[in-house]
């Protein structure tokens, strides 16, 4: 089936302001609520929720063939299952509804019911997360943590440039963008000691990433190749994997993040689909050296999305402190998948993994103030005098990401969390 929904050339009778996140190509899909209706499905163009319920109720989506229940669900796990044959025929169908050519599916009588003012809804977390697992997949990112806590020289461990590095993170502290986060707190080792001691973390940092989300389940057993791994993976959200350096220092060695990570990571509320991102293809980096035969693959599978990161303070004008881009990840999404599974190791449905922090190659493009900072010894400037060697209490962490290519802008919405004091 073609993917209808991305021509260019494609105008709503919506009104979609310029520069806009979400046009007709975007489609986007999302979990919103008011006081008034209960969480279920959307999607969004320009300024407005597109609540799906109510379109399928008037008979829009009778002849695909689809449970239409998954609509009315709070959360998108049943329409992902769907599979990508019929969720594309949805989202297709969308950009019928909303075309400026109303001949066949003329919705605009109904907008009042199915459209709703961004600013009048509540978004809220998209998916139901079963398991979630965070790689370590940049190697500007990997090389500046190695060189900065390791000898130069030798940034990369042995193993980095053979597997992409990951572990298992908790699911149940992934939040949605907007909810605000109590500073952690844990153990930590004061320099030119040799005991720990306890305390709200003083080094708290973001990380710059992005998440996919799987819309197919395997088998215990089971393995997903290279060459099938899209067809696993629903769609993309920005991710803030939030980390209390101090804390994560001291317990890392031997089991790796533990409380350091735990506490909260923040997503963003629309899923874009692999489909709306296909115009957005990119080669990757060479890998040198050659992978193995089971993380080897074809094609175009990095993204060309641009990514960037403010530090908004309590009162204060915010910072732009990070500008990056998806198509640095030397690991893509289909590797990582691979070796996630070629162990036998099922996933499912809601499942969510994390890139691990994306830095370009150049200091504006780091995606940590770890990284940023140079370990807090070249602090960031705020407008208002202050600076920042990390994050402090008060201060708003916004992340945004955009891909953009003949006239078209399909963008990803916030990821922002404010950090409030240790409770």
Same mark, same amino acid.
């Given at each position: 089936?073609?993917?209808?929904?991305?021509?260019?050339?494609?105008?709503?009778?919506?009104?979609?302001?310029?520069?806009?996140?979400?046009?007709?190509?975007?489609?986007?899909?999302?979990?919103?609520?008011?006081?008034?209706?209960?969480?279920?499905?959307?999607?969004?163009?320009?300024?407005?929720?597109?609540?799906?319920?109510?379109?399928?109720?008037?008979?829009?989506?009778?002849?695909?063939?689809?449970?239409?229940?998954?609509?009315?669900?709070?959360?998108?796990?049943?329409?992902?299952?769907?599979?990508?044959?019929?969720?594309?025929?949805?989202r297709n169908r969308l950009s019928e509804i909303l075309d400026t050519d109303l001949d066949d599916w003329d919705a605009s009588e109904l907008k009042?019911?199915?459209?709703?003012?961004?600013?009048?809804?509540?978004?809220?977390?998209?998916?139901?997360?079963?398991?979630?697992?965070?790689?370590?997949?940049?190697?500007?990112?990997?090389?500046?943590?190695?060189?900065?806590?390791?000898?130069?020289?030798?940034?990369?461990?042995?193993?980095?440039?053979?597997?992409?590095?990951?572990?298992?993170?908790?699911?149940?502290?992934?939040?949605?963008?907007?909810?605000?986060?109590?500073?952690?707190?844990?153990?930590?080792?004061?320099?030119?000691?040799?005991?720990?001691?306890?305390?709200?973390?003083?080094?708290?940092?973001?990380?710059?990433?992005?998440?996919?989300?799987?819309?197919?389940?395997?088998?215990?057993?089971?393995?997903?190749?290279?060459?099938?791994?899209?067809?696993?993976?629903?769609?993309?959200?920005?991710?803030?994997?939030?980390?209390?350096?101090?804390?994560?220092?001291?317990?890392?060695?031997?089991? @790796?993040?533990?409380? !350091?990570?735990?506490?909260? /990571?923040?997503? =963003?509320?629309?899923? $874009? *689909?692999?489909?709306?991102? &296909? %115009?957005?293809?990119?080669?990757?980096?060479?890998?040198?050296?050659?992978?193995?035969?089971?993380?080897?693959?074809?094609?175009?599978?990095?993204?060309?999305?641009?990514?960037?990161?403010?530090?908004?303070?309590?009162?204060?004008?915010?910072?732009?402190?990070?500008?990056?881009?998806?198509?640095?990840?030397?690991?893509?999404?289909?590797?990582?998948?691979?070796?996630?599974?070629?162990?036998?190791?099922?996933?499912?449905?809601?499942?969510?993994?994390?890139? @691990?922090?994306?830095? !370009?190659?150049?200091?504006? /493009?780091?995606? =940590?103030?770890?990284? $940023? *900072?140079?370990?807090?010894? &070249? %602090?960031?400037?705020?407008?208002?005098?202050?600076?920042?060697?990390?994050?402090?209490?008060?201060?708003?962490?916004?992340?945004k990401g955009y891909c953009e290519k003949d006239g078209v802008r399909i963008g990803f919405g916030d990821c922002s969390g404010t950090i409030l004091?240790?409770?």
């Amino acid at each position: 089936m073609s993917i209808l929904a991305n021509n260019p050339a494609l105008k709503s009778w919506v009104d979609v302001p310029e520069g806009s996140d979400f046009p007709i190509q975007n489609l986007p899909f999302g979990i919103f609520k008011t006081d008034e209706l209960e969480p279920r499905v959307a999607s969004a163009i320009g300024d407005y929720v597109i609540d799906m319920s109510v379109l399928a109720e008037h008979g829009f989506f009778e002849d695909l063939a689809i449970d239409t229940t998954v609509f009315s669900k709070p959360f998108l796990n049943d329409f992902m299952a769907l599979g990508r044959e019929k969720t594309r025929a949805v989202r297709n169908r969308l950009s019928e509804i909303l075309d400026t050519d109303l001949d066949d599916w003329d919705a605009s009588e109904l907008k009042e019911y199915f459209l709703h003012p961004m600013h009048e809804i509540e978004l809220c977390m998209p998916v139901r997360i079963g398991d979630y697992t965070d790689f370590y997949s940049s190697i500007e990112h990997a090389t500046n943590v190695g060189s900065l806590f390791r000898d130069p020289k030798n940034a990369l461990l042995p193993n980095w440039r053979h597997l992409p590095v990951g572990y298992h993170g908790r699911a149940s502290s992934i939040i949605v963008s907007g909810t605000d986060i109590h500073r952690p707190k844990g153990q930590q080792i004061p320099s030119n000691s040799d005991q720990p001691v306890y305390g709200a973390s003083k080094l708290l940092d973001f990380e710059l990433e992005m998440g996919f989300v799987i819309g197919k389940e395997t088998k215990l057993g089971d393995s997903v190749s290279t060459a099938n791994a899209e067809d696993y993976i629903f769609g993309l959200i920005l991710f803030n994997d939030w980390s209390a350096r101090d804390i994560q220092k001291w317990e890392y060695v031997p089991l @790796g993040p533990f409380l !350091g990570k735990n506490f909260a /990571s923040t997503v =963003s509320p629309w899923v $874009i *689909t692999m489909d709306a991102l &296909e %115009p957005f293809r990119v080669q990757g980096p060479t890998q040198e050296p050659e992978v193995l035969p089971y993380l080897q693959y074809e094609g175009k599978k990095n993204y060309d999305v641009h990514l960037s990161v403010d530090i908004v303070p309590e009162n204060g004008q915010s910072k732009t402190v990070c500008q990056s881009n998806f198509k640095y990840m030397y690991w893509n999404m289909c590797q990582q998948l691979a070796h996630h599974t070629v162990n036998g190791c099922n996933i499912k449905v809601g499942d969510m993994y994390a890139s @691990g922090t994306i830095s !370009g190659p150049e200091k504006g /493009s780091y995606g =940590s103030m770890l990284e $940023i *900072t140079w370990r807090g010894t &070249e %602090p960031v400037e705020m407008p208002d005098g202050s600076q920042r060697k990390f994050i402090q209490d008060g201060d708003t962490v916004v992340m945004k990401g955009y891909c953009e290519k003949d006239g078209v802008r399909i963008g990803f919405g916030d990821c922002s969390g404010t950090i409030l004091p240790a409770k």
